[in-house]
Each structure stands twice: as C-alpha cells, then as structure tokens.
C-alpha cells in the first residue's frame, strides 16, 4: 500500500515549497518594511544573500562566471532589477494577497512579448488569458465599477504592481533568450550582481541600522527567495512545465493565509472573484498552448 508521500508527485512537492518559499518571502519583506525600512535596502539586503549563494554556485560547477552574451546579461539583471523594486513597493504598500494577485499578471506581458521579440506563435488560449486577465484586474483595482459599496485599491501602489509584472515578463523573455548560450547559474548570478550596485545607489545616504530583528527579517528573505528558487527548479525538472507553473498559483493561497494570519488582512470578494480571472486566464493559457490551440 503506498505511503502518503507516494501519492504526492514531487514536482508537486517542490512546487509547493517554491510557492511558500517566495509567500514567506513576502511576508518578511511586507514586516520589514513596515518598520520604516526603505525598499532600496531590502532589495540591497536580499541581493547580497543572493549573489554570495550563485557566486558559490558557479564556483561548484567551475564554469566562467561572465557568461557569453554580457550586454544582454546586464539587460536582463538591469531590467530584473527594476522590477523586483516595483515588486517590492507594491508588498510594502498594499494588502498581500493584492500584490500576489497583481504580481500574477506577468504571462500576460510575456506572451506578448514572445509574440514581438522570440516571433512566438500566439494562441486562442493566449487572448482568452489576455482578456479574462483584463476583466479580473479591473474587477480586483476598481470594483466600485460594479458596486459603490466597494473600495478601489490606491492608483499608485497598483501602478506600481503592474509595472513589477511587466518588468517581469520582460525579464523572463530575455531569460528565454539567454537560455540559448548561458549556463543557468550565470545568469541567475547577473541579476543579484546587478541588484546590489544599483539599489545601494539608489539608496544614496537613506541606509537605516537595522535592529536585531529586522536584520533577521533581511537575512530571512534572501534565504525565502533561494529556496523558492530552487525548489522552482527542481519542480520543473521534476514536473511538466505546464503543470509545474499551474501548482504555483498555491502562492496566492499562502498569500492569503499569511496576509490574514500577520498582517489581519482579509482580501474581499472582489479580489476573490478578480484573482480567480487571472489565474483561470493563466491556466488556461498554460494547458491550451500546451494542446496546440492556433490562432
């Protein structure tokens, strides 16, 4: 008789881990910040851990740490940069579950940049992610649309949060490219090894001495973030792609959780309604493209 972790696929297992790891990370970010901390120096906080983890990594695998395609590793850690800092702003600055939510619109920008830059066919599935994810936005930032009884999440902290998505698809499309020439490790190295130079910049003469608890919190979301990425890798070794990525919608689940548990944040059914549109949008973009559903 099979034991009960049998009956769970890995993939699923590290999938799972991967979506608490970066819903932890979340959190720690959303704690810290709400101490004073300016974003600059958690993004700071959280490259330094990074950079000091893929360095030893490529190290480990004794392979060249600048890669081949430099100009476009600088893009990608430039533009991954950018919009972890936009990530970032929207945890500190809005309910969790939201910035989750809104973080999530990211396939959205990515299929259509497949489309312009990797000429990637574009599928029925793909409009059909397109437009329930527009519907379930607008239904998630402006409910007051539909019922003046609801309350609109602040214009500027959503801006924010979509321009973090779309920074992300951005990166991710050059990730796919790079894909082609680099080790994997290299170019995961370039985004911390960019992030650390431009955030301390950017912080200028802001840097805040931590106390005890928030340089645990710091160091806690570099050690989030790495698990969250690895075990992301591992899921998708382990795991199709397809279904890979659908189990890390579990994250808003967490999201949720940890919102209502540190932070007394119960998203309404608006958000409910909205987040569950994007999310459908997205799957249905993941399983439809997968089934060769052309335009």
């Known amino acids: 008789m099979p034991s009960g972790n049998n009956l769970m696929p890995a993939g699923l297992k590290f999938m799972l881990l991967s979506a608490l790891g970066f819903a932890l990370m979340a959190a720690c970010v959303k704690l810290v910040s709400a101490s004073g901390m300016p974003i600059f120096q958690i993004v700071a906080a959280r490259a330094l851990v990074s950079l000091l983890i893929s360095y030893a990594d490529i190290k480990r695998k004794k392979i060249p740490v600048w890669g081949n395609n430099k100009p476009l590793l600088i893009a990608r850690g430039t533009v991954g940069t950018i919009g972890l800092i936009c990530v970032y702003y929207a945890i500190a600055n809005l309910p969790l579950a939201e910035a989750t939510i809104l973080q999530y619109l990211h396939p959205v920008f990515t299929a259509v940049l497949a489309l312009l830059f990797l000429k990637e066919r574009i599928h029925l599935s793909t409009i059909a992610c397109i437009v329930l994810s527009i519907i379930g936005l607008v239904i998630t930032v402006k409910p007051n649309m539909i019922t003046s009884t609801a309350v609109d999440l602040p214009t500027l902290s959503v801006g924010v949060a ?12 050059i990730v796919k490219r790079l894909s082609r020439s680099e080790d994997s490790s290299v170019i995961v190295f370039y985004f911390p090894f960019i992030a650390l130079p431009l955030s301390l910049i950017l912080l200028g003469d802001n840097f805040q001495m931590p106390t005890l608890f928030e340089g645990v919190l710091l160091i806690l979301v570099g050690i989030f973030t790495q698990i969250g990425q690895v075990c992301l890798t591992k899921a998708m070794q382990t795991e199709a792609a397809s279904k890979a990525t659908a189990y890390s919608y579990i994250q808003v689940v967490f999201s949720i959780i940890l ?37």
């Open 162 to 173: 979509i321009l973090g998505a779309f920074f992300s698809a951005v990166a991710y499309t």
């Open 259 to 295: 919102g209502a548990v540190l932070f007394s944040e119960l998203p309404s059914v608006w958000t409910l309604i909205g987040g569950g549109l994007i999310i459908a949008g997205t799957l249905i973009n993941i399983f439809g493209s997968k089934r060769g559903l052309a335009k």
